[in-house]
């Protein structure tokens, strides 16, 4: 009986510890073809976004830094490597299956759109939404 009460407190002790643990970082691919697909994607801080470069490029990933509050807009430029086409942007992704990573920072919860700026006349526009 002790076994089975013991048994039991270890089990429910451990899955309130695996509860109160903080999901693993995911990795989001998010490829582009004449649009981003998905055309939202949900993350969390520490996730990856790794944008594809599948046809018809050449293609970038510009956030709009409007629609974005200051910490938010720092926090993104420096999770944004690589040289930049202007403020964050990303550089452009010419051949077909270049990647680019992005780290999603501590944000604030909420949307962050962006456009692929060569494709902007044609509506090519994506949501980050972050989500605590």
Known sequence: MRRSVAAALTAALGA??????????????????????????????????RFINQTGGPHNIQFFADS???????????AMPGAKIAPLSSPLLITENDVYDIAVPALAPGRYPFVCLPHFGSRMLGTLEVVP
């Open 16 to 49: 309130i510890a695996w509860a109160g643990q903080a999901p693993a970082p995911a990795v989001h691919e998010i490829r582009m073809t004449s649009r981003f697909v998905p055309g939202r994607t949900v993350a969390r801080a520490g996730d990856t976004l």
């Open 68 to 78: 974005i509050p200051e910490a938010g807009r720092v926090l993104l430029e420096r």
